[in-house]
Each structure stands twice: as C-alpha cells, then as structure tokens.
C-alpha cells in the first residue's frame, strides 16, 4: 500500500507540474490541374503517389522558415516548427494530416492555419508536365479548448495499477527473503526437536523496569554483605 500511494502521488505531482500542451490539425488536399485529357484511375493513383511526397516537405525548413516570416515569430523559430509539428498522410486518399502542439492554445491554431497557407502557395508552384499540382487547405484548424496532456487521471491510474503490481512484487520478495521464526512449529520442523515451552512476548512500561532492575542491585549487595 505504501508503494501505490507513493507511487500515484508522485504521478499525480509530475502531472501537476507539467505544463499543458495544446494540438491544433489542419487536413490538406492535394490535386491537379490538368490541361491535358488523363484517365481518371491513372490520375488518382498518381496523386497518391504525389501525395506521400508533399507530406514529406511539409516538415522541412523551407516550410517553417516561411511560416516563421508570415506570422512575424522570433529569429530562429523555425526548428522548434519543424519539432512541433507532425504530418501523416490519409492512407489511400489525397489528403494530408497536420498537427501543431504548443504551450499556448491560439499559438498552435495560427501556426497549424499559417503551415496550411505556406504550404498551399508553395505546392501551387510545382508542374508536373502540362499538370499543376494544387494543395488546399481542406479542413482549418480550430481554437483547442482542452490540452491534449498532461492527462492526471489516466497518468495516476496507469501509477495505480503500477504500484499495485510492484507492491505484491515487493512483498513476496521480502517474504522469500525473510529467514526469521514466526511459529512454534517451524522451529521444530528446523530444528527437528519438540518444543518444551513457548515464551510469550509481552510488554513491560519503563517505570516496572527500572523497579526489577533496582530490587536486582538490592539483592546482590544484601548477597555480598
């Protein structure tokens, strides 16, 4: 019991502690404009093709560096847009996943907004051919209003069911360790003799103590004389 307690109130603290972080997502569709007649299955399977490579330069320093300058953010900001910041593509569809996390709620929305904007100018940009790649921002991200972590109750539960796990492992432990007597009949099942007496355990208060020890010294010194 001390374990889990000692344990979920630790989980509990960290989480206090933490800062929160918010998470704001963007969707992104990739498309084309064609000036030439395709067939519409060899089209869509080469935009998803395409689509995996846009997704790949969505996280680069091009990207964050434009994003830095659009929104006026500090000198050097574009790392720390590129760690934030985490991209996927929809399997099987044109559309890209982006999702921005930071300390402050309106912070991540208008970065995530501001990487659709960049990202949607700069893919305008790119010809394939007679074909023009297009990406538009599909989806914008909304203000979050809850911080995706930390999460107290589900980080103390995870503590809890940890705590209890090591506290059952710790008490085995300390009994498969312990070689002390706790019974009469394990010191004859040891010792392989039977047990004469059982001396019971019993408390004495300082003042009865210090009186036997006294009446002791009395007897020895009437003994001498």
Do not use: H
């Amino acid at each position: 019991m001390l374990v889990v307690v000692v344990i979920t109130g630790s989980a509990l603290a960290f989480s206090l502690y933490q800062p929160p972080t918010y998470e704001a997502s963007i969707k992104i569709l990739v498309g084309q404009k064609s000036r030439a007649k395709t067939n519409l299955n060899s089209s869509i399977s080469g935009l998803q093709t395409f689509t995996l490579t846009v997704a790949k330069a969505v996280p680069t320093t091009p990207i964050a560096e434009a994003v830095v300058e659009r929104l006026n953010l500090p000198n050097g900001s574009a790392g720390q847009v590129v760690s934030n910041m985490s991209v996927a593509q929809d399997p099987g569809t044109m559309f890209i996943d982006v999702t921005y996390t930071d300390s402050e709620a309106k912070r991540a929305q208008l970065v995530a907004n501001a990487i659709g904007q960049v990202v949607t100018q700069k893919i305008g940009e790119v010809s394939l051919g007679a074909n023009r790649i297009t990406a538009t921002l599909w989806q914008p991200a909304k203000l979050p209003s809850t911080p995706v972590s930390p999460d107290p109750v589900r980080n103390c539960f995870i503590a809890f069911i940890l705590g209890g796990l090591l506290g059952v492992a710790l008490a085995f432990l300390f009994e498969y360790v312990d070689d002390s007597w706790d019974a009469p009949e394990e010191v004859e099942e040891i010792s392989g003799v039977p047990n004469f007496c059982v001396v019971p355990d019993f408390d004495v208060s300082a003042s009865k103590k210090v009186g036997k020890k006294v009446g002791i010294l009395a007897g020895r010194k009437e003994g001498e004389q």
